[in-house]
């Protein structure tokens, strides 16, 4: 695939700044070495295959790079293997560089992050690989100067090392950032002045700005010029730092490699012209090499600063948004708690209210502790649903933050704020913020219209179905009474006919009696108050087991056969622990597989302080898909003249196992 009118346009530019730093290194060389001092282009060709990594077109960039050296070595009176030598050295020096560069910052030659050199960790890694390469194109490039003189220099090696130094440092610093800012203008994204670089107070002051610009540029000029032309013999270098950290440390990035450049450029002209402090000194080739150091210096002291007030500045105006956004973020939350119905309070575990939203003050009936610190639980009047006081040790915060779990109960709340008192539904969850600080997190729930509907509805249905039993009663007395005086009579076809109907109606009236008796049952399941006991589960499913078969026996039906494993004592209501158990035995015997007589396994398994029963029988199971519906009120997985119900038998047991802090499965 041929390149495209855009890369060609990069390779020609960058091969005519190319050929030109080495047109003008070539005008620096070692008498007798065909060894240029400065060496600028190996500055620009690092910047080259640095602009065109991943471009896949390495082969065309370095095949450009040498012969470009080639042709200018040629041109300037090297020896064609001095030239070729130097040529590859170059480009080892580049290639190297551009990988180690690659593979130690990716970010630094991506096109997605726009070569950013923002961390002084990037100068580092810069100078590193600035270093390393430079070496291996030392190894290589005084071989050309052997095979120029037939010898080998080790001055030439120490001109190599240091010329590359600078002219890696100095101009790949200035192509890096040229670099990014022509990536930030071609992505649309914000100018170099909105970079992290850009300098702290650039929008509130630009005048004061502008004429610090102007300021640091003719002092530069000033100290430059007083420091190499006026005052050459004397050595005053060291007060040019000056001018370097004042740009370094108030100015932008972009400025200060460009001032680093200016003042490389001025130094080393100078020098080379035997002009300046480094001129003073007296063999030429190192005077040079000293004023090739000093500039690394300069550099370093330049990018140094400058980089670490960017990291500075960029940490502060991450803390700034980080800042604003929790702010942002604690406003919203606050609006969001302080706005809902339920209420919310945060306890410490010394009884601080740290958090309480207005809904929580109203819940409590306005009872806020004094000085935000809890108090007992009569200052509250909390009750438990029975009337009974709460105490202290029992309030949900205290207990959750006791025993490290979350809990939920219902209170009932009466306080001279509330005094028809209030039923709330109370959440308590541990928070732990802190290696040692905990905190516990209340949920109040306002359930006192709830509570009332359903106590009615609870009172209503109770009231009903006993109420009912009454008329069926006596529709139950006299349909036998009738069904006796028949049975007396002589046979006849009509009598026939009205024994039948009565029949029809006993039943229905014994599916009616036991529909209004789980009715009973399940009211009292879900709001009968909980009398716990110690009870003995071996003999109430023993006794349970007996009346099953005496049933059996009575009725002519199947004998079920028990099994009855070692059962604990636990303590549980009584007579809804024994309705539980009832109402499963009596599924198992009920769903048994016609003309096989039922044989029931009760085992129990104790874990702590968990006991968990188990009912195995040999009856026909449950069908697929049924296992979750069957707790359901009203639901029968079986329909059949065998298998009768309500479907509130299983329903039952749910609700009296969970009473009891349960499950059935």
Not at 250 to 267: D, E, K, N, P
Not at 306 to 335: C, F, N, P, Y
Not at 418 to 430: D, E, F, K, N
Not at 457 to 478: C, K, M, Q, R, Y
Request: aromatic share 6%; glycine share 8%.
């Amino acid at each position: 695939m041929m390149p495209s009118r855009q890369t060609w346009f990069q390779l020609t530019g960058f091969a005519a700044l190319y050929a030109f730093s080495c047109v003008v290194g070539r005008l620096t060389i070692m008498e007798g070495t065909n060894l240029s001092l400065v060496w600028p282009a190996a500055g620009v060709a690092a910047v080259w295959l640095w602009a065109r990594h991943g471009s896949g077109r390495l082969w065309l960039d370095g095949t450009l790079l040498v012969a470009i050296a080639v042709v200018v070595n040629l041109a300037t009176g090297a020896p064609a293997g001095t030239s070729v030598t130097f040529a590859l050295a170059n480009l080892v020096q580049a290639v190297i560089f551009t990988k180690l560069v690659a593979r130690w910052r990716p970010a630094l030659v991506s096109e997605e992050r726009g070569c950013e050199l923002v961390r002084t960790s990037e100068l580092w890694i810069l100078l590193g690989a600035g270093t390393l390469s430079t070496v291996c194109g030392a190894a290589i490039g005084p071989l050309g100067v052997w095979l120029s003189t037939g010898t080998y220099s080790w001055a030439a090696t120490v001109v190599w090392l240091t010329r590359g130094g600078a002219s890696v440092l100095v101009i790949g610093a200035v192509g890096l950032r040229l670099l990014y800012l022509h990536r930030c203008r071609r992505a649309g994204r914000a100018s170099a002045a909105a970079h992290p670089g850009a300098v702290t107070g650039v929008d509130h002051r630009p005048p004061l700005l502008l004429a610090e610009y102007l300021g640091v540029l003719v002092c530069s000029v000033v100290a430059y010029w007083v420091a190499f032309a006026l005052a050459d013999a004397l050595p005053l270098a060291f007060s040019l730092l000056a001018v370097t950290v004042w740009a370094a440390l108030r100015l932008s990035t972009t400025f200060v490699v460009l001032h680093g450049l200016a003042a490389a450029t001025v130094t080393v002209v100078f020098t080379v012209h035997g002009i300046g402090p480094f001129a003073s000194i007296g063999d030429h080739t190192t005077g040079v090499l000293v004023a090739q150091l000093f500039v690394i210096m300069i550099a370093v002291v330049g990018l140094t600063l400058a980089l670490g007030r960017d990291e500075r500045t960029a940490l502060i105006r991450e803390l700034e948004r980080g800042k604003v956004e929790a702010a942002r973020q604690a406003e919203l939350m606050s609006a969001i708690v302080h706005s809902m119905a339920d209420g919310v309070s945060v306890i410490d575990e010394d009884g601080h209210v740290v958090l309480r939203n207005p809904a929580a003050e109203e819940l409590l009936g306005g009872r806020v502790s004094p000085g935000d610190v809890t108090t007992d639980a009569s200052y509250y009047g909390v009750f438990h649903l029975d009337g009974t006081p709460l105490v202290t040790e029992d309030l949900p915060h205290v207990r959750a933050l006791a025993e490290d779990r979350a809990l939920e109960m219902d209170v009932l709340v009466r306080n001279a704020g509330i005094p028809q008192g209030r039923l709330l539904h109370v959440s308590a969850t541990v928070l732990a913020h802190g290696s040692d600080m905990r905190s516990a997190v209340l949920l109040f729930h306002d359930v006192t219209a709830e509570r009332r509907q359903r106590d009615e509805l609870a009172s209503f249905a109770g009231v009903v179905a006993h109420d009912l039993l009454n008329p069926l009663a006596t529709i139950e007395g006299w349909t036998e009474i009738a069904a006796q005086t028949i049975a007396e009579q002589p046979p006849d076809p009509v009598l026939d006919t009205i024994s039948s109907s009565l029949t029809r109606v006993r039943r229905a009236g014994n599916r009616m009696r036991a529909l209004i008796n789980d009715l009973l049952a399940y009211a009292t399941a879900r709001e009968a108050t909980l009398a716990p006991v110690v009870v003995d589960l071996g003999r109430v499913v023993a006794d349970i087991a007996t009346a099953r078969v005496d049933a059996a026996v009575a009725t002519k039906a199947l004998i079920p056969t028990f099994h009855i494993g070692t059962l604990p004592s636990v303590e549980a209501d009584p007579v809804l622990i024994r309705q539980l158990l009832d109402n499963i035995i009596g599924n198992a015997i009920k769903y048994s597989i016609p003309a096989v007589p039922p044989r029931i396994t009760v085992e129990c398994v104790r874990d702590g302080e968990t006991v968990e029963i188990s009912v195995v029988d040999n009856g026909i199971g449950i069908p697929p898909g049924q296992h979750e519906k069957i707790f359901g009120d009203f639901h029968r997985a079986h329909n059949g003249v065998d298998y009768s119900g309500t479907g509130l038998g299983l329903a039952i047991c749910k609700r009296i196992a969970e009473r009891h802090q349960g499950t059935v499965v």
